[in-house]
């Protein structure tokens, strides 16, 4: 192990203080950053002087950053900690878009509030106490000893009732979900020292060498093969927040390696059909989806479900179906239109796929009967009707997604009709 010589500082080092803070932050938006990172951080900008910003922003960038998905954020949140005279108004402005006299004009840039969310934490003593007629009152002491922790609430609550911070920590928790699958069944085989089913092939070429006679018998075991993951994500009016968390939970699912998919293709539909799968490739989650909403023009409109698989089915059914993919069409069903082309459009993409699944935010609701006329037409032409509206209905997904037996809340809403 090197051994380093002691760093010269002063009694009141304010600027180590600073770059562990900023260290800190560095850590909470998701780059790892360690204590020997920030050591040498500390002992770089002592070696480089402090005279100059550019010298000192690229000094502090070769000791933090060694991803290119990890540049934007470092850069924000370099922006807001040196740099930013207003930085504490600005991060406000951004977490509480209510509050007047600190908006800034233009949106936030990628990775911009997740860099606020970072910084805020180390900054949140800072702020301005409560009055002090507000401690007059009466003090309750609560016993929450046995209540589930925020995690659990989380799970179990509806992406719609949450606030801002809980969204925040809701979408680091679905950065952490996968989506395993099981291989399906394949007729090709690869070679193995102990298989269920002889080589014969690979006996006979090298027997060849050994002028005819047989002296080993090679095996072999099916080679596994993946399915694709095709998702159908309806970005209208009524599924506006519930799609935003599922395009999280999707992009964890396309950059999680190991997990079993051969690919992820994701899909957008309001008023019209959106590819947005290179999107969804980006490492970045924040630049992710701020690319994804870019590229779809429809965040928040009608809904034309019928038009939208017809697309689907005549332009990307042949080119992302392929290898038995699973499907998961992400809509609440409430369409306007014909509802014979609709059931038409769900029967061709039935008959594609592999599995089809339908999330349904509505179903959270006890009362939840099969009544409007999209969901009527949609609800004969799936294989497991599940609700999506919170964490633990995602949970709940990755558990039954490779049991073909799983029909979810299909049959029972069937019985209703």
Not at 368 to 392: K, N
Request: charged share 25%; proline share 5%; net charge neutral.
């Amino acid at each position: 192990m090197p051994e380093y010589a002691p760093i010269d500082i002063p009694d009141n080092p304010r600027l180590a203080q600073n770059i562990i803070h900023f260290a800190r932050a560095l850590r909470r938006a998701g780059l790892p950053v360690g204590p020997g990172r920030t050591i040498d951080a500390i002992r770089a900008v002592e070696t480089a002087g402090f005279t100059d910003r550019t010298d000192f922003y690229w000094t502090l960038h070769a000791c933090f950053v060694n991803r290119p998905e990890h540049r934007a954020v470092f850069g924000q949140i370099f922006r807001l900690y040196w740099r930013d005279p207003r930085y504490l108004e600005h991060m406000m402005s951004m977490m509480l878009p209510a509050v007047r006299g600190v908006q800034e004009e233009r949106s936030a840039q990628a990775a911009e509030k997740r860099a606020a969310q970072a910084l805020l934490g180390d900054q949140m003593p800072d702020l301005p106490e409560a009055p002090d007629h507000e401690e007059d009152g009466t003090q309750i002491e609560v016993d929450a000893s046995l209540t589930m922790s925020a995690e659990e609430r989380l799970r179990s609550l509806d992406f719609e009732q949450m606030s801002a911070a809980e969204m925040a920590e809701a979408k680091r928790m679905l950065a952490r979900l996968s989506l395993p699958v099981k291989p399906i069944a394949s007729r090709r085989g690869m070679a193995t020292h102990h298989g269920p089913r002889i080589d014969y092939r690979r006996t006979l070429r090298a027997a060849m060498r050994t002028g005819g006679e047989i002296r080993s018998v090679a095996e072999m075991r099916p080679r596994p093969r993946w399915p694709n993951l095709v998702v159908l994500c309806d970005i209208s009016g009524s599924m506006s927040q519930y799609s935003r968390m599922v395009l999280h939970f999707l992009h964890a699912v396309s950059n999680h390696k190991g997990a079993g998919w051969a690919k992820v293709h994701a899909f957008t539909f309001g008023t019209r059909l959106t590819n947005i799968t290179r999107h969804l490739a980006t490492r970045d989650v924040d630049a992710a989806l701020k690319a994804a909403g870019a590229e779809a023009q429809d965040w928040e409109g009608g809904t034309r479900i019928g038009d939208c698989l017809h697309a689907f089915n005549r332009d990307w059914s042949r080119r992302v179906m392929g290898q038995g993919a699973v499907v998961l069409v992400i809509t609440d069903g409430l369409d306007r239109g014909d509802a014979g082309a609709l059931a038409h459009e769900m029967e061709r993409l039935h008959l594609s796929a592999r599995r089809l699944i339908w999330l349904n935010p509505l179903l959270r609701w006890e009362g939840f009967a099969p009544r409007a006329t999209g969901i009527r037409a949609m609800l004969t032409h799936v294989d497991s009707f599940r609700a999506g509206h919170s964490i633990a209905s995602l949970e709940d997904l990755a558990a039954a997604i490779s049991k073909p037996d799983d029909m979810g809340e299909k049959a029972r809403l069937l019985a209703l009709l």
